[in-house]
């Protein structure tokens, strides 16, 4: 569909959509398009095209998609007095934070900042801590990423390395959050970046999240500190971390809110992106490295015959794969296969220890994140299997070679790469 619009409005596009400059001149979050250069908008996302100079456009809508114009530019003249006062940081490279609550602005403002610096050809470096709605870097990851040129959506970005945190929500992770961004910045400053901006996850407000945003400030150190204030929300946040130098700015009256469900499907375009091109790869455990909090533990068993005859006895049957820890015992048992609660109670008084009983075949989907022996973020995989008896690993990625280490996430995925949640452990063990 062809559109004609006047100068001084904006075309505010919600995709899945296509959008082509076809004459005129139009600008989107500070970037100048160029003619004919064809943006997609993501479904659950909204661009505004800000139109410099009468412009037609080839639109092409996708399901659901919306098309309208409004009047003048919906960028608040706060971001741009913002981006001023960046240049007058002296520090390099100078670190600017992002402070906001969800759908505030937050991605935007960060794409905003860098096609504004690219302008003025500065080296831009751009630092995700938004595990939950990641642009750079599949979810449940931190990644940075340098800029080689202008964006319309840092989703197109190609992560220089990432760390997996293996939760969509920092309340989960703030400590590994924490260290995680910090040791990506510490690999951003080796570069040479004039700019290192860097973007945060929405969750401010209440306490612990301002401990956590606090904490995760002192450490990153930015030069300066923008907050998007859509109402009082940020205040305390604000206070907390008044030593630095912060600014405040507004939050576009035109953003598009999302729905919890619309969050979870942009992160599965996440998960399709980074698993594109996958097929399953069988790797030995005995070659791996394995990280895993709670669920399964998969590393090395000590137990010597005696000891596993003692376990076996107590509850009653032998499992297809069994670790002792100091605290507790997993068990792994057939899909078919049932221990007697009485024989757990028995097994756990006697042994002093939890025993942990899970079922072949609950493996199956976990989010895997996988490094090579430099600790090099490769790529994420999805657990299809463990094979407990031929000891092998079955993990559906597009990683092919040089896997070392295998870790663990909290998310699952079913076959279409949609999250489910994960089965609750401490019920398993009383409900064979
Ligand atoms: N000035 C604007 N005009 C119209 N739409 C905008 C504008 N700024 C941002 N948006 C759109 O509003 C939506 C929310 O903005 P954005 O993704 O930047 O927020 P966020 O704070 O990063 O959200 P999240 O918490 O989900 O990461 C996006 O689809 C974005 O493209
Ligand atoms: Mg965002």
């Not at 399964?296 to 000891?307: A, P």
């Amino acid at each position: 569909m062809k559109m004609n619009v006047k100068d001084g409005k904006t075309l505010l596009v919600d995709g899945p959509a296509s959008v082509t400059l076809v004459s005129g001149k139009a600008e989107v979050f500070g970037y100048a398009l160029r003619n004919m250069e064809k943006v997609v908008i993501r479904d659950g996302k909204r661009m505004p095209f800000f139109i410099k100079e009468p412009a037609t456009f080839n639109v092409a809508l996708g399901e659901n998609a919306n098309v309208e114009e409004v009047d003048g530019n919906t960028i608040p003249t706060s971001w741009d007095e913002a981006y001023e006062e960046l240049l007058t940081v002296q520090t390099k490279p100078a670190v600017a934070l992002v402070l906001g609550t969800v759908d505030s602005g937050k991605t935007s403002f960060c794409t905003y900042l860098v096609n504004k610096l690219l302008n003025e050809k500065r080296k831009v470096a751009i630092l995700d801590g938004d595990l939950g709605q990641s642009d750079i870097g599949p979810p449940c990851t931190l990644a940075y990423a340098f800029v080689p040129r202008h964006v319309t959506d840092l989703f197109n970005l190609e992560a220089k390395n990432a760390f997996f945190v293996g939760v969509t929500s920092p309340s989960r992770a703030a400590e590994k959050v924490i260290y995680g961004l910090t040791l990506l910045k510490s690999e951003i400053l080796s570069g040479n970046s004039d700019f290192v901006i860097v973007n945060t996850d929405g969750w401010v407000e209440g306490e612990d999240a301002v401990r956590y945003k606090a904490q995760l400030i002192e450490k990153i150190e930015p030069s300066i500190i923008y907050c998007i204030q859509q109402d009082e929300k940020l205040k305390p946040l604000i206070e907390a971390v008044k030593l630095f130098r912060t600014v405040i700015i507004d939050s576009p009256q035109t953003i598009k809110q999302r729905s919890r469900d619309k969050r979870r499907s942009l992160r599965e375009l996440g998960y399709i992106k980074y698993l594109k091109n996958s097929r399953v790869q069988s790797i030995p455990m005995s070659w791996l490295k394995i990280e895993s909090d709670e669920f399964l533990v998969l590393g090395k068993n000590f137990l010597d015959k005696r000891r596993e005859r003692e376990i076996y006895d107590l509850l009653g049957m032998k499992p297809l794969y069994m670790v002792e820890l100091r605290d507790r015992i997993y068990v792994v048992i057939g899909r078919n296969r049932w221990i007697n609660p009485e024989n757990i109670k028995r097994a756990e008084e006697a042994l002093g220890k939890r025993v942990v009983v899970t079922f072949k075949g609950d493996e199956k989907g976990f989010l895997l994140a996988l490094y090579n022996d430099e600790k090099k973020f490769l790529g994420i995989g999805v657990l299809r299997e463990i094979d407990y008896r031929r000891k092998v690993i079955k993990i559906f990625t597009p990683v092919s070679s040089g896997i070392s280490t295998v870790i663990f996430g909290k998310v699952k995925l079913d076959e279409n790469l949609k999250e489910v949640s994960p089965p609750i452990i401490e019920e398993r063990v009383k409900i064979p």
